[in-house]
């Protein structure tokens, strides 16, 4: 699925005829070209009622009967906001009020919406190089080394789009277009508090995934889902079970023989008898790694799924064999249940008197000294004054995995081959986000850094249902749907932080779903042995690879500290992060010379 957007007017019409041509359009009722895309029959839904179109392009879980009792009711763009907030699944909600237009995607970032000014007008696009070819534009080359920082960019950073001139549409608001091509940004959504007991957050949470599953199981064609024995697929697996079809489920090999995820899906998949159950032998499909730097034709920016690229596409050619439109997988999964440091911390200042009780078993799980938790969790440090710490500690090594995280999220750091430059650019980047003093995500350091993982997340999903759309095939996460996002934040923290056992909300919601005995399950599958083999089986691809970089020529990085980089020893899992952090840039650089090449323009 790809669209963009045009205002109703006459530049609007000169920049709609100068675009690629379109598999498919949606014309304002002026007559005058609107939405022009290429998207699957069962990727919309859409209804007009007099100058009015309400256009859904995505998963909304929605008829086209339900949208027009919809439409109906409203008669201004701000009245959405009641659809906006009721929907299920994932979808960009694009409306046209006579010539007004009102463009947003979801609230987990898996639908985006991004804008520019082509020719005096303003354009929306689902993905910036759409618009960067429109305009004629290239990359703000002063954003490029964020996405060297690692773990990932903080926000605000993340939203900020690497593309010359081109804007992103916040995930919590929506843009208004006018004929005249002028533009306005609102908020309509805002975080909710965590105020939900138990009981009734997990109802809210189990009823908002299986009406994500439902949005998806009921279109045509068959829906296939992940068991890989972890719990956040195999409740989606038993959630689909419910409904009519032929069910498959797909799991990979690990390299590693002693991740026991094979045991619990097994025992998982013995409990869908009705299901017809894929695995994938280690020795059939791609190595981590496989055709890293191969440019890709999504060029929006670095996929932080890169090392999995070409076991991707091998899933979902093997899918597509097996006669399935839509795949169902729980990605966001942990970035909703998993409890942080953070929940310590907002669960300490909201009920410190529940909080008490976790703190010796956190100490123990953790690996934190009684000293420095209590630094941690007495830490009320401003999130502009976070940002700006984050500037000075920049180049210390990466924090030990048993670490708490000192703040609002893992505190960023540059890879050792970086060079001086790109460490300045990202140094200047932090101190005038700070200087802005944005607000958090939400005031409680849970919140904040769930919702943030949750977008990271998205963005990642969104980036695999392009590479799943060349199989024809749609790529789907319902634990980032927005309902369920909406539901997993509700809920208490005290409810959300039992130490003693793994995703307690998620366990809770889906027991009346999912077998007890795989919800017991007291381990977690780990995959650190799946990218060192990568490593190791392409390293002199990689190193052949990486004589000519990208990130060399914008000063970014040195290759040849790179390259020894590459070469050396990693005891820890950890270390290779910023190894697979680099080459995620540095491939998405060669898509983007690729397609600058293509359309013989500049980058």
Request: proline fraction near 8%.
């Amino acid at each position: 699925m790809r669209f963009t957007l045009f205002p109703d007017s006459e530049p609007g019409r000169a920049v709609a005829g100068s675009a690629e041509p379109s598999a498919r359009t949606i014309a304002y009722p002026s007559g005058r070209p609107w939405i022009a895309g290429d998207w699957r029959d069962d990727e919309i839904v859409s209804a007009r009622v007099g100058d009015r179109v309400l256009v859904l392009l995505g998963w909304p879980g929605i008829t086209e009967a339900e949208l027009r009792s919809e439409l109906e009711r409203v008669d201004d763009l701000s009245q959405l906001d009641r659809l906006a907030g009721a929907l299920p699944g994932s979808s960009h909600l694009l409306a046209a009020f006579g010539g007004r237009v009102r463009a947003q995607g979801s609230i987990s970032a898996v639908c985006q919406v991004f804008h520019t000014r082509v020719r005096g007008t303003t354009v929306l696009a689902d993905r910036p190089q759409t618009l960067a070819t429109l305009a004629g534009t290239g990359l703000d080359e002063s954003l490029l080394a964020r996405y060297l920082m690692v773990t990932a960019p903080p926000w605000p950073l993340e939203d900020e789009c690497a593309w010359e001139g081109i804007e992103r549409v916040p995930p919590d608001g929506y843009l208004t277009l006018t004929p005249d091509g002028d533009c306005r940004m609102t908020t309509w959504w805002t975080i909710p508090e965590p105020e939900l007991p138990l009981r009734e957050g997990v109802a809210k949470v189990r009823a908002a995934l299986e009406a994500g599953v439902a949005a998806r199981a009921s279109l045509p064609g068959r829906t296939s889902s992940d068991l890989s024995g972890g719990m956040d697929s195999t409740s989606l697996a038993f959630l689909l079970a419910k409904h009519p079809g032929d069910l498959l489920t797909t799991r990979f090999e690990a390299v590693d023989s002693a991740n026991d995820d094979v045991v619990w899906a097994s025992r998982a998949a013995a409990d869908l008898p009705d299901a017809e159950h894929l695995v994938i032998a280690r020795a059939d499909a791609p190595m981590n790694l496989e055709g890293a730097l191969t440019p890709e034709p999504d060029a929006e920016g670095p996929s932080s799924w890169l090392r999995t690229h070409g076991l991707h596409h091998h899933h979902v050619r093997l899918l597509a064999e097996h006669g399935v439109a839509r795949h169902l997988t729980g990605h966001g999964g942990d970035e909703l249940f998993y409890v942080l440091p953070q929940h310590d911390h907002s669960l300490l200042r909201t009920a410190p008197l529940s909080y008490l009780p976790h703190l010796r078993s956190n100490l123990s799980l953790r690996r934190w000294t009684l000293g420095r938790a209590m630094r941690f969790l007495g830490d009320n440090t401003s999130y502009p004054r976070w940002l700006a710490d984050c500037a000075r500690t920049l180049t210390e090594p990466l924090p030990k995995t048993s670490h708490p995280s000192m703040g609002w999220g893992e505190p960023p750091r540059m890879p050792p081959w970086t060079t001086s430059r790109a460490v300045e650019l990202n140094r200047a980047l932090l101190l005038a986000a700070a200087r802005r003093t944005p607000k958090p995500l939400s005031p409680l350091r849970a919140q904040h850094a769930t919702l943030d993982m949750v977008r990271v997340c998205g963005d990642g999903v969104r980036r695999a249902s392009w590479m799943s759309a060349r199989h024809d095939v749609s790529w789907h996460a319902p634990f980032v749907d927005d309902r369920v996002v909406e539901a997993a934040l509700s809920i208490r923290l005290r409810d959300r932080v039992a130490a003693n056992r793994y995703k307690p909300v998620l366990a809770e919601a889906m027991r009346p779903v999912v077998p007890g005995h795989v919800l017991g399950r007291p381990t977690k599958g780990e995959f650190s042995a799946d990218v060192y083999a990568g490593f190791a089986h392409h390293k002199r691809e990689l190193l052949e690879q990486c004589e000519n970089m990208e990130l060399e020529r914008f000063g970014l990085v040195d290759a040849t500290a790179f390259r020894r980089a590459l070469l050396a020893p990693h005891p820890a899992s950890r270390d290779l992060m910023p190894l697979l952090g680099t080459l995620a840039c540095e491939a998405w650089l060669r898509s983007v010379a690729a397609l600058t090449t293509a359309a013989g323009g500049k980058r």
